[in-house]
Nanobody
């Protein structure tokens, strides 16, 4: 199994930046990709960004050009650098790992963007 712990959320003004971190532990050698999802109140959880083992990436249209996902395999950590934040980016952000035969989720970290 893989355990995920997020950190780095908080309150920021519109136009500001935040960096989220997600540390993986356990059977990390089985991870196929890692990503970030978010869920705003009353909304469905949606993919924000994903990075695969070959370092290829996928981004939601709404964050392309503003967010960057990266991964440090030596630390088993994935990052989400968020810039030019907008109030509509406010949500709980969840780390996700696609593992052989299953998937793992972190507990979530709140990101709030004020006007």
């Amino acid at each position: 199994q893989v355990q995920l712990v997020e950190s780095g959320g908080g309150l920021v003004q519109a136009g500001g930046s935040l960096r989220l971190s997600c540390a993986a532990s356990g059977s990390t050698f089985n991870i196929r990709s890692m990503g970030w999802y978010r869920q705003a109140p009353g909304e469905q959880r949606e993919l924000v960004a994903r990075i695969y083992n070959d370092r290829s990436t996928v981004y939601a249209d709404s964050v392309t050009g503003r967010f960057t996902i990266s991964r440090d395999t030596t630390k088993n950590t994935v990052y989400l650098q968020m810039s030019s934040l907008k109030p509509e980016d406010t949500a709980v952000y969840y780390c996700h790992a696609l593992v052989i035969h299953t998937a793992s989720w972190g507990q979530g970290t709140q990101v709030t963007v004020s006007l």
